[in-house]
């Protein structure tokens, strides 16, 4: 009996826990520059939070940094809040450089350009854009009623991830390249009884092929940039 | 009265307070609570009197409008927090009070008095884009030494967050507050030297204090 209890327990896991929707992740990459990182380099990624309608999520972003970081161990990578609240009141919202040549006027403040020399920021990578919900449909009704409480019906959705890495490199003051990633996935709700979800990872799936692309961007940089041991 | 009545009497009183300790749990209470950075700015040589009067400091907003859920958002204490972490970095010098006369016996080069005149927000089934933002217009009147009034000035800040999967409506609204409290800050910080009457005084007091080190090198030479 207690067998089977247990049976039953891992089924339902599986079932909560297991089934995932799927996701179409596009990917595209476009380099103005050559780029350059040297050992003690460190990146910033930073979200853009200038659009009305909407706001690259500060997860996304945490995400982003945090796989970048683990995926490539010698990167140094800081994070969002250190570094905006560092340097309040220059990276809010409203006061963020929107353009590369617009740091030549924020560094021309001693104080901001020691506090960034300070982190070693060699790249800014600033993330534009969104997840959103772009169709529902189904229905699903519960009832409640003396023996207990059931659902039936059937629900799907479609989420879709549409970001936009720019680039900057910090030294140079120039737009070093644009790294884009888009991902679609349809999740699906059936209900017999309990309702059992089927997500699609659409957000996390778009943070994780921007943050290989980064990471591809940076790392197959570095090579070409390590000076070559001649001893 | 009999023992039956009384026993009546007192399961309607202890019914209708367990009405009430239920309707007042649907009304979400939020009281602004948030950490704000010291702005990295150059700090003026100047003493500043800033007066925040008892209602600013205990400034809550109550949500009357019918069609609306019920919100009761204390905003007084971090709108506080912030001026007075911004004021430090700005000035070398910052005296608090509750009131502008009698503030102190020694000389101040200006005083300033921050007023919240309009609080605004939305909840995401009220916005396109599913966020809960956050709009607040201030009314900042700075006063020269002599407590005449220099400049009337309104600065509005912004702040938006989207709505997050496990995050309850009082924690992202806190976060839009703070945002939009962040935002006023860096309005304050970064464009008090650009009111045409503070930018005027400014330059006046800059040459005074120019002239002043000049003629004390003039001295010293002597």
């Known amino acids: 009996m207690s067998e089977y209890k247990s049976y039953q327990l891992v089924l339902f896991s ?104 300070d982190y070693k920021v060699q790249y800014i990578v600033w993330v534009d854009g969104n997840t959103e919900k772009t169709r529902s449909a189904g229905s699903i009704s519960c009832g409640l009623s003396a023996t207990g409480a059931a659902c039936f019906g059937f629900g799907t959705w479609d989420t879709k991830s549409e970001y936009e890495a720019t680039i900057w490199d910090y030294n140079s003051r120039q737009l ?27 957000q996390a799936d778009a943070c994780k092929a921007m943050a290989a692309q980064l990471g591809h961007f940076f790392g197959s940089e570095r090579k070409s940039a390590e000076v070559p041991n001649t001893n | 009265m009999t023992y039956f009545s009384k026993k009546l009497i007192n399961n309607i009183r202890l019914f209708t307070l367990l009405f009430c300790v239920i309707l007042t749990s649907c009304k979400s209470t939020l009281d602004v609570e948030g950490n704000f950075p010291t702005p990295v700015i150059n700090q003026m040589p100047f003493s500043i009197g800033v007066v925040f009067d008892p209602q600013f400091i205990s400034y809550r907003y109550i949500e009357t409008g019918k069609d609306r859920s019920e919100w009761e958002i204390s905003v007084g204490k971090a709108q506080v927090q912030l001026f007075d972490v911004v004021l430090k970095a700005m000035f070398s010098e910052v005296i608090t009070s509750n009131k502008l006369r009698g503030m102190t016996n020694k000389p101040i080069d200006l005083f300033f008095q921050p007023s919240l005149e309009n609080f605004q927000y939305n909840v995401p089934n009220e916005t396109k884009g599913k966020m809960f933002e956050v709009w607040l217009k201030y009314n900042l009147k700075v006063f020269d030494g002599q407590q005449q009034l220099m400049a009337d000035w309104v600065l509005t800040a912004y702040g938006k967050t989207p709505t997050a999967f496990l995050k309850s409506d009082e924690a992202a609204l806190n976060e839009a507050m703070v945002i939009a409290l962040r935002d006023l800050g860096a309005g304050i910080a970064l464009r008090f030297g650009h009111v045409p009457e503070i930018n005027l005084w400014l330059k006046s007091k800059h040459q005074a204090l120019q002239a002043s080190t000049a003629h004390q090198e003039i001295d010293d030479v002597n």
């Open chain 1, 14 to 117: 599986v079932i909560c826990f297991g089934l995932f929707g799927c996701t179409t992740v596009t990917i595209d990459q476009g380099q103005h520059q050559e780029v350059t990182m040297h050992q003690g380099d460190s990146i910033v990624v930073m979200g853009r939070r200038a659009g009305s309608d909407y706001e690259t999520e500060p997860e996304l972003i945490s995400c982003i940094g945090e796989v970048l970081a683990k995926t490539n161990e010698s990167l140094n990578v800081i994070p969002e809040n250190d570094f905006v609240d560092r340097l309040y009141p220059w990276f809010e919202a409203r006061t963020a450089p929107t353009h590369v040549r617009d740091l030549n006027r924020l560094l021309s403040y001693d104080k901001i350009s020691a506090l960034i020399e």
């Open chain 1, 176 to 202: 070093v390249g644009k790294v884009s990633s888009t991902a679609d996935g349809t999740s699906y709700m059936p209900a017999i009884v309990i309702p059992i979800p089927i997500i699609a990872p659409v």
